[in-house]
């Protein structure tokens, strides 16, 4: 897979990122119940942190899960999720 995003202006990188970064592959995310045509590279790169982001920090209301099954869990949202770039996290999700 190939990220093309040095060529897209800043402002509408950060804009389509703060929009979409709740779009899943399949198209069962939102606001817009995009489908994997039309999520760009780097909403499917945030959307991966967002989630992972979600499992593993301390919120009011959950403790934080563990980073392992945290990870494990990003890899069973095949069909949500780019499987070639939750592999990519792999390395970032597990770090201690």
Known sequence: MTIHIIADSPERISGD?????????????????????SISDVVRILTISDVFAALVEDRR??????????????????????????????EVALVL
């Open 61 to 90: 209301y959950k403790p934080p899960m563990p980073r392992p099954k945290a990870y494990e869990i990003l890899c069973e949202m095949r069909g949500k999720l780019e499987a070639p770039l939750v592999g990519a996290f792999r």
């Open 17 to 37: 990122a703060v929009r979409h970064h709740h779009e899943y592959l399949d198209g069962s995310g939102y606001p817009d119940a995009l489908g994997a045509e």
